[in-house]
């Protein structure tokens, strides 16, 4: 399963190490839903749902993928609970293009939405590469390929370190290999990438986990 390839891109991503790190560290993130991704009751079925989350940087309020969630209430009450509309919701970050990431984007009609090529607001679509882009001096986006080629983490400066929110992992278990991979090689290079700075990571499907010896790489 590891080929040259993983062994070229690892060697490559340790020299990036703390460099990824954000300029700042003044962000304060909320989990909005705890995702999942379980087996449905029929054999084509399933019941998947994305890790929603919320991110507060000075005058940025970015919401990380508003994807698909039992009802929009799901991601619109615990909003409201930190006192917040969708109307002042200034970004949205899509870790990547899959419909279980960004089926919900439309609650935020006022926002930037971001993916790994362009800046998407309105009728407007400015091009630039996600790799190394700043939204607010605490929250910046880097590409991590292999899930699928347009995947991006974003990693969010806080006073309690890097937190990493992104598809990499589905949840803290893994999978260890990411059955629906478009790259494998990739996506354990890129894992490595994301564990030189992150404290915390808030994988696609699942609940915020702290990264230890058991977390796959
Ligand atoms: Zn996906
Ligand atoms: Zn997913």
Do not use: C
Not at 15 to 26: L, Y
Not at 61 to 85: C, F, H, Q, T, Y
Not at 186 to 207: D, E, F, K, N, T
């Amino acid at each position: 399963m590891i080929g040259e390839k993983y062994l070229e891109l690892k060697e490559k991503l340790t020299m990036v190490g703390d460099e990824d790190r954000p300029d700042s560290s003044t962000a304060e993130v909320h989990i909005l839903f705890n995702g999942y991704a379980k087996d449905g009751d029929t054999p084509a079925g399933s019941y998947v749902a994305s890790t929603v989350g919320f991110i507060r940087d000075r005058d940025a309020r970015v919401i990380i993928d508003p994807g698909m969630v039992p009802n929009p209430k799901a991601i619109l009450d615990p909003l409201a609970a930190l006192g917040e509309s969708p109307a002042n919701i200034t970004d949205v970050v899509f870790s990547h293009h899959h419909p279980d990431h960004i089926l919900n984007a439309a609650l935020f009609p006022y926002a930037r939405f971001h993916d790994y090529w362009a800046i998407y607001k309105g009728d407007t679509w400015e091009s630039r590469e996600a790799e190394g882009f700043h939204l607010s001096p605490s929250i910046r986006l880097i590409a991590t390929p292999g899930h699928t080629p347009q995947d991006i983490t974003t990693l969010v400066g806080t006073n309690e370190g890097v937190i990493a929110f992104t598809h990499l992992w589905w949840f803290a278990e893994g999978p260890e290999d990411d059955p629906l991979a478009d790259d494998l090689d990739a996506l354990h290079a890129y894992r490595i990438r994301v564990l030189q700075v992150a404290s915390l990571i808030v994988p696609g499907h699942g609940a915020p986990f702290i990264p230890d010896v058991t977390t796959p790489r």
